[in-house]
C-alpha cells in the first residue's frame, strides 16, 4: 500500500515541520481567521473548510511541486497539536525567496515561532542552497521584526509590492 502521509521537512528540539495536505483545513480555517493573521498579514477570505483545502491546493500544495518548498505546518512534538504555519514562499511578486510564518496565540511565547524560523532559515541555505533569503513585513508588527532579528535578518529597505498599495519592510539573511 502506498504511504499517503505528508512528507516530514524538519525536526527541531520541540517541534516538527511537515508538509500541510487537504487534512489540516480545520487548522488553517481557524489560523488564517485569527485576527492576528488578518492584522499582519491579510484577509485570505478562507470561510469554511472547503476554502481552507482550496487555500492548501493552491498554496502550498502548488508551491511544494513547483519549487520544492513552501508553507509547512508546524506540530508540537509533545502533544502532536498543530500550532502554526511556517516556511519559504516564492512570490511572483518578489525577486527572492521569502521566508513565512504565523502562530496561533495560545503558542506565542514560548519560542517556537523563532525555533521554526531558524530551522527553515538553515534548511534554505542547505538543502535549497539558498545565499539570500528575504522577509516582508509590516511596520507595526514589533513581534514579527524581533523574530527576524533574532534569526539574523537584518532589514534592508521599504518596499511596495506590485499590485499592493501598503508599504513593506524587507529584511534579508544573506549566507
Ligand atoms: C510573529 C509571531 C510568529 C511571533 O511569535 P512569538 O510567539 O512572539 O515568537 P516566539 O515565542 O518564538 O518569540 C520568542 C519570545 O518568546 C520568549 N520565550 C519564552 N520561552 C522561550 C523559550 N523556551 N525559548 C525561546 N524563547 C522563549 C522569548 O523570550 C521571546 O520573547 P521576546 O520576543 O519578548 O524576546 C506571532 O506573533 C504570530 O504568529 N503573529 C501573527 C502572524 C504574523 O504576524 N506573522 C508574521 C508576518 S511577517
Given at each position: 500500500m502506498q504511504n499517503t502521509s505528508p512528507t516530514t521537512i524538519l525536526e527541531t528540539k520541540r517541534l516538527t515541520l511537515r508538509h500541510l495536505s487537504a487534512d489540516d483545513a480545520p487548522f488553517i480555517l481557524e489560523l488564517l481567521n485569527d485576527p492576528s493573521f488578518i492584522q499582519n498579514?491579510?484577509?485570505?477570505?478562507?470561510?469554511t473548510i472547503a476554502d481552507g483545502e482550496s487555500y492548501i491546493l493552491k498554496g502550498p500544495l502548488t508551491s511544494y511541486e513547483k519549487n520544492g518548498f513552501g508553507l509547512d505546518l508546524v506540530i508540537l512534538?509533545?502533544?502532536?497539536?498543530?500550532?502554526g504555519i511556517c516556511g519559504l514562499i516564492k512570490r511572483d511578486t518578489l525577486e527572492d525567496v521569502d521566508i513565512g510564518y504565523a502562530f496561533l496565540p495560545r503558542f506565542w511565547s514560548k519560542g517556537y515561532a523563532v525555533e521554526s524560523a531558524l530551522a527553515v532559515k538553515e534548511y534554505g541555505q542547505k538543502?535549497?542552497?539558498?545565499k539570500r533569503i528575504v522577509a516582508i513585513v509590516v511596520s507595526e508588527n514589533q513581534g514579527s521584526i524581533r523574530l527576524l532579528e533574532k534569526i539574523g535578518f537584518e532589514f534592508e529597505k521599504m518596499v511596495k509590492l506590485a499590485g499592493d498599495d501598503v508599504e513593506l519592510m524587507l529584511f534579508a539573511f544573506n549566507a
Amino acid at each position: 500500500m502506498q504511504n499517503t502521509s505528508p512528507t516530514t521537512i524538519l525536526e527541531t528540539k520541540r517541534l516538527t515541520l511537515r508538509h500541510l495536505s487537504a487534512d489540516d483545513a480545520p487548522f488553517i480555517l481557524e489560523l488564517l481567521n485569527d485576527p492576528s493573521f488578518i492584522q499582519n498579514i491579510g484577509d485570505r477570505n478562507v470561510r469554511t473548510i472547503a476554502d481552507g483545502e482550496s487555500y492548501i491546493l493552491k498554496g502550498p500544495l502548488t508551491s511544494y511541486e513547483k519549487n520544492g518548498f513552501g508553507l509547512d505546518l508546524v506540530i508540537l512534538k509533545e502533544t502532536g497539536e498543530s500550532i502554526g504555519i511556517c516556511g519559504l514562499i516564492k512570490r511572483d511578486t518578489l525577486e527572492d525567496v521569502d521566508i513565512g510564518y504565523a502562530f496561533l496565540p495560545r503558542f506565542w511565547s514560548k519560542g517556537y515561532a523563532v525555533e521554526s524560523a531558524l530551522a527553515v532559515k538553515e534548511y534554505g541555505q542547505k538543502v535549497h542552497g539558498l545565499k539570500r533569503i528575504v522577509a516582508i513585513v509590516v511596520s507595526e508588527n514589533q513581534g514579527s521584526i524581533r523574530l527576524l532579528e533574532k534569526i539574523g535578518f537584518e532589514f534592508e529597505k521599504m518596499v511596495k509590492l506590485a499590485g499592493d498599495d501598503v508599504e513593506l519592510m524587507l529584511f534579508a539573511f544573506n549566507a
